[in-house]
């Protein structure tokens, strides 16, 4: 993934590379023109210099033949010549190879003709200068501007860097908080004043949301509570006047059968009260876990309790229990866990089948046999097992994994050689 | 015998009187704090059910001033409260029993025949019913002059029998008086049958007469 700063660096260094290269040729344009400028105006000089001389020397007609043939022999880069008729003057730019050296290749030259008459004689004078090859020019500036690239790039990774670490400091602090903000903790979120409009007007908005969805959730808890705490009493009418119903003479096989069935839908709704009530206590973290619990101990009790159960079902229990497995927690929570947990294996199994429990230094296993795997993105939320037909009120998990959530264990589920797998691991 | 029940709740204190009514108990209500306070101070009770959600004052309030007084009585608590703290809490005070809404009347009604036998009686008390003598400190039962060796589960289920004389007790009762919330967890009650059958016939093997009817395979009846 790409950060944000890097995005903007790319944008930077391809401008900037953009730029940069767009230069090359500008310089070389100007440097070249300055270059042909001052040539052209050195020739001329030159040119002037050398008929105002020739001039000034006064030679005869036979002199000023000798002293061109001797100046044609000594100057090879110029020539002294006689010329038809005088003519405007005009440069040339022309690209030789270097006789003298010729380990050099080509070089170019830049040249003046100019007309003039010396003793009426017409002369043309061609005057040739040195001058520096384009592609030696365009390599020099594309060179520096290459170094200047690099410069350039470097000091952009540099800033970058330095803007990452001070510039958006509050910005990754803001996001770290944010990160470990817990909605079911309930700790809120302080954010400190950055100092920078955006930042703080991030923090803000955040405080705000944040304020908001602590407050629906604190009122979803609440409601839960209250809703769970005012259904007991009409539960309770309910149940008492069944109980005295029951009691009616004469009373048919039929009524009391309508009676006991209704007592058992009465028992499960009862449950889901109890269990959403739980759920809320736990939320509301009402439940110290500072307690030592004894698994081992609390997991023989468990079985011994349930073992009406266990034998009307004529379970295979196997159990290994490692002595002395203490762990800090919260005990009326802890059982309330193993209860669900063995409870919830003996509910799906059918009569015979095995039930196996392990508990180790690290980990709880509670395996009992299955057919196909369950989902287990469905398993262990809010009435995502539940089921109208069964006794079951699709919570007992989901109070596991809250359980294990306020005492730092994880849950799962695991279907391994046609065994139901519950794990509870700690460290 | 004198109960006071005291809770807010007509309809569930019409029904707790209702149900104890059967059973030898005069039962007087209480709605409030002040009328409760009052008939506290009027009256002698054997046994007083105390809701600790009153409107007019605080039931663990009026379970100190009950406490105050230093009489036989014996106090059951009735909370829609069932955490843990609170009812040591409320054991600590205190009272007798608590019991957490909802709970079956059957329960209650067994609950407030053990606390008046065992403050009656400072608990070395024996229940007699014909051949049957059931000691309640050392839980032993005899027919006639035959021990019946119970399990505590049985022994349990025979107390629970006795104060619910002529009652009929539902198999969801029974379950949830065994195993709590658990019994709940499972679609049939087996394990009840179990116990119901081992319990008559051990009393049966003994000579004791057959007390514990079924009714209609939905419910019992501890006839006498």
């Known amino acids: 993934m790409n950060k944000l700063l890097n995005k903007s660096m790319k944008a930077f260094v391809l401008y900037a590379g953009i730029v940069l290269a767009c230069s090359i040729p500008a310089y070389y344009a100007i440097i070249d023109f300055i270059w042909k400028h001052e040539l052209k105006e050195h020739n001329r000089i030159v040119s002037a210099t050398t008929w105002q001389n020739l001039q000034a020397l006064s030679l005869s007609d036979k002199e000023l033949a000798e002293s061109v043939a001797l100046w044609n022999k000594l100057h090879p880069e110029t020539q002294l010549q006689p010329a038809a008729a005088l003519r405007p003057d005009s440069t040339y730019n022309i690209y030789r190879k270097n006789k003298y050296i010729p380990a050099k290749g080509w070089d170019r030259f830049q040249g003046l003709v100019t007309y003039f008459t010396v003793n009426g004689k017409i002369l043309r004078l061609t005057q040739e200068t040195n001058i520096e090859e384009s592609y030696e020019t365009i390599i020099a500036i594309g060179g520096i501007t290459f170094i200047f690239f690099l410069i350039l790039l470097g000091g952009f990774i540099f800033i970058n860097r330095r803007i990452s670490k001070q510039l958006w400091l509050p910005f990754y602090n803001t996001l770290e908080r944010i990160a470990s903000f817990d909605l079911h903790k309930q700790n809120a979120i302080r954010f400190e004043n950055s100092g920078t409009e955006e930042f703080d007007m991030l923090h803000r908005c955040l405080e705000k949301l944040i304020a908001g969805n602590v407050a629906a959730y604190k009122q979803q808890k609440e409601f839960t509570h209250n809703a769970s705490h005012e259904l007991q009493t009409p539960l309770s009418i309910v149940k008492f006047k069944l109980d005295l119903l029951h009691q009616s003479k004469p009373i048919t096989d039929e009524q009391s059968g309508l009676i006991n069935e209704a007592h058992q839908s009465l028992s499960k709704v009862t449950r889901i009260n109890k269990n959403l009530l739980l759920l809320a206590k736990i939320e509301n973290s009402q439940f110290s876990v500072k307690e030592s619990v004894s698994l081992s101990a609390l ?129 | 015998m004198k109960l006071l029940v005291i809770e807010d709740e007509i309809q569930l204190a019409q029904s707790i009187i209702s149900y104890l009514s059967g059973e030898n108990y005069t039962c007087e209500y209480a709605g409030t704090y002040q009328q409760a306070l009052a008939k506290i101070e009027m009256f002698e009770y054997e046994c007083i059910l105390l809701d600790i959600m009153l409107p007019g004052g605080d039931g663990m309030r009026l379970l100190e001033e ?39 009347l059957p329960e209650l009604s067994a609950r407030v025949y053990s606390i ?86 051990k009393l049966g093997e003994a000579g004791c007469a057959n007390y514990l009817k079924t009714i209609y395979a939905t419910g019992y009846r501890w006839e006498v």
């Open chain 1, 299 to 427: 997991l023989e009790n468990q079985l011994s309790l349930l073992e009406d159960f266990l034998e009307d079902k004529q379970l295979q229990v196997q159990k290994y229990i490692a002595p002395a497995i203490i762990l800090p927690g919260n005990k009326v929570l802890a059982e309330v866990m193993l209860t669900n947990l063995i409870m919830n294996a003996v509910r799906h199994s059918r009569p015979q089948d095995v039930l196996m429990l392990s508990l180790g230094e690290h980990q709880l296993e509670i395996s009992n046999t299955g057919a196909a795997p369950l989902n287990r993105e469905m398993l262990f939320r809010r009435f995502g097992s539940s089921s109208p037909n069964t006794t079951g009120t699709g919570l007992g998990l989901a109070i596991v994994r809250q359980i294990c959530h306020l005492h730092g264990w994880r849950e799962s589920y695991r279907f391994k050689n046609g065994f139901h797998v519950f794990t509870i691991a700690w460290s």
């Open chain 2, 66 to 104: 009950i406490k105050k007084r230093d009489r036989e009585e014996g106090i059951i608590i009735i909370s829609a409260k069932d955490s843990y703290e609170d009812k040591i809490q409320g054991l600590q005070t205190g009272a007798d029993d608590y019991l957490a809404k909802p709970f079956h």
């Open chain 2, 116 to 201: 008046i036998r065992r403050r009656k009686f400072n608990n070395a008390n024996v229940v007699r019913q014909n051949e049957l003598t059931i000691n309640l400190l050392s839980k032993t039962v005899l027919v006639n002059t035959t021990p019946v060796l119970l399990t505590k589960k049985e022994f349990d289920l025979l107390l629970y029998f006795i104060g619910n004389k002529n009652k009929v007790i539902s198999k969801n009762a029974l379950a949830e008086h065994l195993s709590g919330d658990i019994a709940g967890m499972l679609d049939d009650h087996n394990f009840i049958y179990a116990h119901i059958k081992n319990l008559k016939k």
